[in-house]
């Protein structure tokens, strides 16, 4: 079982990757692999199967790594809608990770 603390960490680690991912595909290169990229892999799979505007909105925030007020700009929505629609995400990872635990 996950929690919600883990999927929030693991959303600020893909976050971080994809905001440093040119630093990172040279580091595998010479050095092999980080385990984030699994982590990665695995939020990708499950995101796939989300409604669209919380996948358009992942997106925007985790993979392009747009502020709440740039993504709010980017996508015509307010910053507050925005907001919860992240709060979204996290109960969306939480319910399908914990789905396919049991």
Do not use: W
């Not at 990708?44 to 996948?55: E, G, K, L, S």
């Not at 709010?72 to 907001?83: G, Q």
């Amino acid at each position: 079982m996950i929690t919600i603390e883990t999927i929030k960490t693991e959303l600020a680690n893909i976050r971080y990757y994809h905001a440093r991912k040119d630093s990172f595909d040279k580091a595998f290169d010479s050095v092999g692999q980080n385990g984030i990229l699994d982590t990665v892999n695995r939020y990708n799979q499950v995101i796939c199967t989300a409604p669209p505007r919380i996948y358009e909105m992942y997106v925007c925030l985790y993979v392009q790594c747009c502020t709440y007020e740039a993504a709010a700009e980017m996508l015509c929505y307010s910053v507050n809608y925005v907001y919860k629609t992240n709060k979204k995400i996290v109960d969306f990872f939480y319910e399908a990770m914990n789905r396919e635990a049991a």
